[in-house]
């Protein structure tokens, strides 16, 4: 177990044979003389230092276990409250769109019954407008075919005064005179069947 | 000594590790949730739905509402056509509709009257300019630019001279003026039309007046005044004919 290259340092008789550390160089001026039989002792305390190293990282271990657990629970609570609150979110804002929905249907069915509604008011009032412009202009002719038959009348009687007087008149003239309210006449009554019976 | 070094280092080391790795695995760890808003539901502007224009009155839509009967006496017969209001005293029909009228009546969507005052007629054109009694409520607007080729364009008139009714047609082409040999083109609509839509309002789809219907082949063929013909008509009052009728005694 001696190493030739460091003839001068004593190897101890019973080295601890796990430590890894134990086989590093060490200094020269810590090194004890070489009379001195006494490296079972440092052996010893080195152990116990490792051993109390052990125990702190341990301890630290645990608390820095502890923490950690600690923290994730709480960040796990804080996930499980705000996953409560957003589900009651969810469920206050699924309520809502329902009774919107609802709300909805039922405006787009009175929407589509008072569309219905004004459709017929429209073709209510466009046929009443029609029928009073219809009723217009049938008032118009029946006025015009009211005056021709005035004019027809008086023309007539203008004849019945001009034949009892009829030694005025030639006869030629007269019949000239009956052609043309007669003609005139017809017309008149020809439009007041196209009026009447249209 | 020499353990108590080595330990210490060994100790330190731990120390600095288990630091690292604390730091390290600090980055990885879940972090509390974000705090939730105060509210889910978006500010969002009410918009229309598009079921109900804004220019529809009483289920009449504006063109509807500004296209008028036309009701003309002459000294040999009655006829009927379309007209519109330009302003809230005058509308326009078509020049064979109102020439030698003795009396003219407008009647409106909802049936109210209006008495023709009196009437010029354009020189060139089918085009007639009415001035009448009282205040036309329902004004049309004329378009800016004449249509393109494959625009829809509605037609609201009185065919026959029975109820108002609307039609709705691709604009073909400009064409000449076979019918009255005027010199402005016209336009060519495939759109349904009658005797008595003489004079009603052509519009594009945004319900502007582009031009005035003045003849059809009485199936899908329908012909309008052109836009730039009836604003010459109208940027020109003094171009005009006075439209008069003396009827001769019958008898």
Redesign the interface.
């Known amino acids: 177990m001696t190493d030739d290259t460091v003839p001068s340092t004593p190897v101890p008789a019973n080295p601890v044979p796990t430590n890894p ?1 134990l086989t ?1 160089p ?2 020269s001026n ?1 090194v004890p003389d070489a009379g001195v039989a006494s490296a079972p002792k ?2 010893r ?2 152990g116990k ?2 051993l109390v ?1 052990a125990l ?2 341990a301890c ?2 645990v608390v ?1 276990l502890t923490v ?1 657990t600690s ?2 629970w ?2 796990h609570e ?2 499980v409250a ?1 996953n409560q ?2 589900r009651d ?1 969810a469920t206050d ?1 699924g309520t809502d769109v329902a009774a919107t929905r609802a709300a909805l249907e039922e405006l787009q069915a009175d ?1 589509d019954e008072t ?1 219905a509604q ?2 017929v ?2 073709d209510t ?6 029928s ?3 009723a ?2 049938d008032r ?2 029946l006025i ?1 075919v009211a005056d021709g038959l005035q ?1 027809c009348a008086e ?1 007539r009687q203008n004849l019945i005064d001009h034949l009892n007087e009829a030694s005025r008149w030639t006869p030629e003239s007269l019949a000239a005179s009956e052609r ?2 007669t003609k ?1 006449c017809d017309r008149v009554e020809d439009a007041y069947d196209e009026v009447v019976n249209g | ?4 070094a ?2 210490t280092r ?2 330190s080391a ?2 600095v590790g ?1 630091a690292a790795l ?1 730091l390290a ?1 600090c980055s990885s ?5 974000e705090p ?1 808003p105060s509210s ?2 978006p500010d969002i502007e009410a918009s229309s739905t598009g ?1 109900t224009p804004d220019d529809v009155v ?3 839509t504006a063109l509807e509402r500004e296209a008028l ?1 036309v ?1 003309v ?1 002459t000294c040999e017969a ?1 006829g ?1 056509g379309s007209a519109f209001a330009i302003d809230d005293t005058h509308a326009v029909t078509n020049r064979h509709v109102a020439e030698g009228a003795t ?1 003219m ?1 407008l ?5 109210t ?1 209006y008495a023709v005052k009196s009437s010029v007629l354009s020189p060139d054109s089918d085009l007639a300019l009415l001035t009448i009694e009282g205040t036309l409520p329902n004004i049309a607007r004329l378009a800016d630019a004449e249509p393109a080729t494959g625009d829809i364009l509605t037609i609201a008139g ?1 065919p026959l ?4 009714a609307v039609r709705e047609g691709p604009y073909v082409a400009s064409v000449p003026d076979d019918l009255d040999d005027a010199p402005d083109l016209v336009y060519q609509i495939d759109a349904e039309s009658h005797p008595g839509n003489s004079g009603s309002p052509v519009a594009n789809e945004a319900g502007e007046v582009v031009g005035v219907l003045y003849a059809s082949d009485d199936v899908h063929t329908s012909f309008a005044v052109s836009l730039p013909t009836l604003e010459r008509f109208l940027d020109n009052p003094d171009d005009a004919e006075r439209n008069r009728a003396t009827c001769e005694a ?2």
């Not at chain 1, 009032?125 to 029609?130: E, K, V």
């Not at chain 2, 001279?161 to 108002?164: D, I, Q, R, S, V």
């Open positions: 550390v590093n060490v200094p810590l440092p052996a305390a080195s230092r490792w190293a702190v990282v630290l271990a820095g950690l923290y994730l709480t960040v804080q996930y705000q609150e957003l979110a804002l929407l569309t004004l459709d008011a429209k009032i466009n046929g009443l407008a029609n009073e412009a219809q217009g202009d118009l002719a015009d004019e023309a043309s309210i005139y | 000594m020499a353990s108590r080595a330990v060994g100790v731990a120390f288990m604390v695995g760890l879940p972090q509390s949730p939730l889910f539901i079921n009483a289920g009449f009967r009701r006496r009655y009927t009396d009546t009647t409106g969507y909802d049936g009257r009185y001279g029975e109820a108002l019958q008898g």
